[in-house]
């Protein structure tokens, strides 16, 4: 099984429609992260957790929220999708100087 | 702030070449400073690393990469391509203070290994 595995794997949704993507992780990790891949823009950290109490917003998190359940999930929602959301959302968890990235999650937001 | 930049969005090499993807970073401390693969519809695997100590790192699949610090570079090399090794690459820096808490990823390179 993977240690870092994302739900959905895929989803397309209509503007304005809340979301959420999830992230789950077995690797017993305190430090998790959203990070959003566009084409030619590389990965763009969207907000990260270094525990269940502490979050912090990256790079690019307006119109992002997260929730982080427990140490092991980490839920980014879009309260509401708009197109330029469409992305690959990737998860990842951290520990020391390394991070573990889930598979991702491709949206589409028409 | 720390930034990394990747010159060639993307390269070409045929099957037996050099594979060179070129990364330059800029940074107010000394960096940890990553090399990422990502092959399709996949997600992204560690390729190396650099924190301290040995300049030359060596990573799987017989890539390496070298810190010169005097050039602010981190370059990937690998002497002979695979056809396998067809994937994007993305390089990433983190603060050493900090180590992985916040990585600074370049915009990728999409490499194609021609037959």
Known sequence: DADVTQTPRNRITKTGKRIMLECSQTKGHDRMYWYRQDPGLGLRLIYYSFDVKDINKGEISDGYSVSRQAQAKFSLSLESAIPNQTALYFCATSYRDEQYFGPGTRLTVT | ?115
């Not at chain 2, 990433?92 to 916040?102: I, L, P, T």
């Open chain 2, 1 to 115: 702030a720390q930034s990394v930049t990747q010159l060639g969005s993307h390269v070409s090499v045929s099957e037996g070449a050099l594979v060179l993807l070129r990364c330059n970073y800029s940074s107010s401390v000394p960096p940890y400073l990553f090399w990422y693969v990502q092959y399709p519809n996949q997600g992204l695997q560690l390729l190396l690393k650099y924190t301290t100590g040995a300049t030359l790192v060596k990573g799987i699949n017989g890539f390496e990469a070298e810190f010169k610090k005097s050039e602010t570079s981190f370059h990937l090399t690998k002497p002979s391509a695979h056809m396998s090794d067809a994937a994007e690459y993305f390089c990433a820096s983190g603060d050493s203070g900090a180590g992985s808490y916040q990585l600074t990823f370049g915009k990728g390179t999409k490499l194609s290994v021609i037959p």
